[in-house]
C-alpha cells in the first residue's frame, strides 16, 4: 500500500493491480486500473518473464550502490527482480532508506537505464484501529476456526480482526504469502507452532 496519486495521470500510465488495497480500490471502482486476479500474488513474476504482462517501463527502488556497483532491491525482491529483467526501460530510485539484502534482490548499477536520487522514508502499514462491526466479523470468523487449523491470511482490518480472536486456540498453522503484525502475538504465545501443518 501507500500513496498511489499516480492514478491522477491515467494518459500516461495503465495501472493494472494484482492486489487491491485501499490506494488502488477506487480507481478499480471508476476503471482508472485495471484488476486481474491471481490464485497467488507469487505468480506475478512468472507473468513478467513469459510475457503474458508486459513491462515498457520498470519502475524500482533500490539502495544505493557498493563500492562494486551492487544495488539490493531490500524489501520488494520477488516482482522487483522479474521486472527488472523483462521491463524495455528499468527506472531506479536510489533510497538511502532501502535496506541492503542478500540473495537474488543484489543487481549491477549497469542493469539500470535510469535512476533518480531521492531518499525517502519506506512506507510502513501501520495497523488500524477496528471498528465495531470489523471486531465483530472477527470474532464470528475466528470461532469458526478450529484448534489445529491452518490459516492463509491477508493484510487489513478483517484479517486483523480474525487474528486477534485467536488467541485462546491452539497449535495453529499458517501458510500464507501475506504476513501481518497480528501473527506476531499468536507466534509469541505459542498459538501458531505450525506442527500439524
Known sequence: E???DYHKHRESFLDRCFFIGKNARKAVQEGVAEIRFLPFLSDVPQLFRNG???LDVALITVSPPDKHGYCSLGTSVVDAVAALHAAKVAIAQVNKYMPRTHGDGIVH???I???INYDEPLHQHMPEVLED???RIGAHVAALVEDGATLQMGIGAIPDAVLANLTNHK???V???MVSD???PLVRNGIITNDLK
Open 2 to 4: 501507500g500513496n498511489a
Open 52 to 54: 503474458t504482462v508486459p
Open 109 to 111: 548499477f549497469s542493469q
Open 113 to 115: 537505464d535510469r535512476f
Open 133 to 135: 462491526a470489523e471486531k
Open 171 to 173: 497449535r495453529l498453522g
Open 175 to 177: 501458510h500464507t504469502e
Open 182 to 184: 497480528g501473527l506476531l
